[in-house]
Structure formats: structure tokens, C-alpha cells
């Protein structure tokens, strides 16, 4: 199976502040890697696709990079409803995991 | 529209049994492949299985092959999961989510609002 890692696994930080996770598989994955967003208490969202796609209606301050191996979303400027849990999950090969999540708070 | 709405969860003893019902609408179900995918209280994410549109393949995750069985009806836009043999660390939120034609390589596009299921003695 495919490990997924992430760090951090909790950060804090301010409105206006650049945001940068990152998401490492354990074997490469080619660019099949997603982000989404989950508020407590709310079903997850999908941000970003195959990478660095960006859903249809996410705000573009949103954007994901990289392949293989490692993989980045960056929150340009955060906004106050980004206060979130972020997880990247892999469908290279089944069991599509994702990784443990990173609260920003 | 894109709609999941999931149904079916509920408390149960070790060694039980449930079936997860997601009804769809908005979308052409019969060309998606579906997905059940899990959060235990306060843990992350698990993908638990996946159907393909004509309902042909499947796959698990290791942590509930041979215990869970995915299915769909077309006929009835209706999405299944049944669990058998639950054990209390099955005791999660149970999400339907809804990914496109293919089994590899897309993410997950929507998800249902959740079902909760609860194992214990």
C-alpha cells in the first residue's frame, strides 16, 4: 500500500498569511494527487486535482504543485473560512489513501 | 444538482451487521464510480471501497476485505455499502463520494453528508 505522509500536522496562523502544506507518498504516484478541504463537522471538500487542477468554484488562492514524490498545496493570502483541516489523497493505486491531515487553526 | 444522500447507519453490537444505502441524484450515476470512504471520531480520513459504473469491479481497503461488500443499483440510482462482522474500530461517519467514469487517477468530486455508525456492546 501506499503511505501518505504530511507536515505539518497542525499549524497556526493569521488571515492574510501564506499557508504551505506538503504531502509526501511513499512511492511515486505520477501527478494523481488531490487536496481537499473538511470543516469540523462537515463533509470534505475537493480543492485541488491531479496535483495542481483547481476545482470549479475554489478560490484561486488555492493552488497545488509538484509530482512524483512530493506534492505542495499553498494558500496564497489565508481568509478567515480557511481555518480548516487539509488532506491530500492518492488514486495511483488502490487502497486510495490519504494522508493523516494538517489542522490550520 | 449533484445530490448523495447516505442512510442505513445506526448502533450495533460486535459481530453485526448493517446496510449503507446512498440515493443519487443530479448526475448520470450509472457513468461514476462510487465510493464509501469513513472518519472515525476525531481521525482522519479512510477510504473503505470503490465501484466502478456498471458495477463490474470493486475494491477495499485491507482493513475491511472480506467483511464489506460495495454495490450498486443503476436502475435505482443507489449506491450500497453492507457490513458484516463489525467490530467496534468500525465505528466511524460513512460517507458516499462520488469520483467520475474512471477507477484510477480522479479524485473524489462530491461527497454525501454522512451516516454514522456506532459498534458497541
Known amino acids: 500500500d501506499i503511505q501518505m505522509t504530511q507536515s505539518p500536522s497542525s499549524l497556526s496562523a493569521s488571515v492574510g498569511d501564506r499557508v504551505t502544506i506538503t504531502c509526501r507518498p511513499s512511492q511515486t504516484i505520477n501527478s494523481f494527487l488531490h487536496w481537499y478541504q473538511q470543516i469540523p463537522g462537515k463533509a470534505p471538500k475537493l480543492l485541488i486535482w491531479r496535483a495542481s487542477r483547481l476545482q470549479s468554484g475554489v478560490p484561486s488562492r488555492f493552488t497545488g504543485s509538484g509530482s512524483g514524490t512530493e506534492f505542495t498545496l499553498i494558500i496564497t493570502s489565508l481568509q478567515p473560512e480557511d481555518f480548516a483541516t487539509y488532506f491530500c489523497q492518492q488514486t495511483y493505486n488502490t487502497p486510495f489513501t490519504f494522508g493523516p491531515g494538517t489542522k490550520v487553526d | 444538482e449533484v445530490q448523495l444522500l447516505e442512510s442505513g447507519g445506526g448502533l450495533v453490537q460486535p459481530g453485526g451487521s448493517l446496510r449503507l444505502s446512498c440515493a443519487a441524484s443530479g448526475f448520470l450515476f450509472s457513468s461514476c464510480a462510487m465510493n464509501w470512504v469513513r472518519q472515525a471520531p476525531g481521525k482522519g480520513l479512510e477510504w473503505v471501497a470503490i465501484i466502478n459504473g456498471r458495477g463490474q469491479t470493486t475494491y477495499y481497503a485491507d482493513s475491511v476485505q472480506g467483511r464489506f461488500t460495495i454495490s450498486r443499483d443503476n436502475s435505482e440510482n443507489t449506491l450500497y455499502l453492507q457490513l458484516n462482522s463489525l467490530r467496534v474500530e468500525d465505528t466511524a461517519v460513512y460517507y458516499c463520494?462520488?469520483?467520475?467514469?474512471?477507477?484510477?487517477?480522479?479524485?473524489?468530486?462530491?461527497w454525501g453528508q454522512g451516516t454514522q455508525v456506532a459498534v458497541s456492546s
Open positions: 463520494a462520488k469520483s467520475d467514469m474512471g477507477l484510477y487517477g480522479d479524485p473524489i468530486y462530491f
